[in-house]
């Protein structure tokens, strides 16, 4: 995505195992970075985010960890489970935080 | 008492048609946002309105009109339609301009044949 790089584009896990998604972004002005979860024709929904002032934010299975200086943050799901299969979006603000931008998303598969 | 929605969900109609779609939150927030889902599942922003006005326009073709009556609504018309514009449109809303959390409408799948 425009600024945001989001990497990989597929992801297929073994149930139980962990998964890790990995984005990179351009403004150092960017303080605020959400993931996003699209279930197969469903609306994107918010599962956790991250503010440039913390460096790790944990919410049961899935943690966030932010590198201000790296400019890049990653998503992180243990224990995977078949219905954490979705696309996942991580994004970033820009323009000063009136502008969220999305990475180009990652297909993840969970297989039981 | 859906939060943010979106009418209609599906819409099929012909090159060079003009459509509309609409959009409401009740959530009592400020900012309302549309974005593009393309094929590939990319999602780009098209426009944001904070308190009826506009704020961000993305190089969007003028074929593509928002429209604010108030800040609860924010309507999308498109003129002209042409194939690329097909995709799923996501209404969205946060509580104010940099107050980032989006709560997205179901989106509207439009098909331009």
């Known amino acids: 995505g425009e600024n945001v790089e989001q990497h990989p584009s597929t992801l297929s896990v073994q149930e139980g195992d962990s998964a890790v998604i990995k984005c990179t972004y351009s403004?150092?002005?960017?303080?605020?970075f959400p993931w996003y979860k699209q279930e197969l024709g469903k609306r994107p929904q918010l599962i956790i985010d991250?503010?440039?002032?913390?460096g790790e934010k944990k919410d049961q299975r899935i943690a966030v960890t932010l590198n201000k200086t790296a400019k890049h943050f990653s998503l992180h799901i243990t224990e995977t489970q078949p219905e954490d299969s979705a696309v996942y979006f991580c994004?970033?603000?820009?323009?000063?935080?009136?502008?969220?931008?999305f990475g180009a998303g990652t297909i993840l598969r969970v297989k039981s | 008492d859906t939060a943010v929605s979106q009418t209609p969900k599906y819409l099929v109609t012909q090159m060079g048609n003009d459509k509309s779609i609409k959009c409401e939150q009740n959530?009592?927030?400020?900012?309302m946002y549309w974005y593009k889902q393309d094929s590939k599942k990319f999602l780009k922003i098209m426009f944001s309105?904070?308190?009826?006005?506009?704020?961000i326009n993305e190089t969007v073709p003028n074929r593509f009109s928002p429209k604010s009556p108030d800040k609860a609504h924010l309507n999308l018309h498109i003129n002209s339609l042409e194939l690329g514009d097909s995709a799923v449109y996501f209404c969205?809303?946060?509580?104010?301009?940099?107050?980032?959390?989006?709560?997205f409408g179901s989106g509207t799948q439009l098909s331009v044949l």
């Open positions: 969205a809303s946060s509580p104010s301009l940099r107050r980032e959390k989006l709560f």
């Open positions: 403004d150092s002005a960017s303080n605020y």
């Open positions: 991250i503010r440039s002032n913390v």
């Open positions: 994004a970033a603000t820009l323009e000063y935080g009136n502008k969220l931008v």
């Open positions: 959530l009592g927030h400020d900012t």
């Open positions: 309105y904070n308190n009826k006005e506009l704020i």
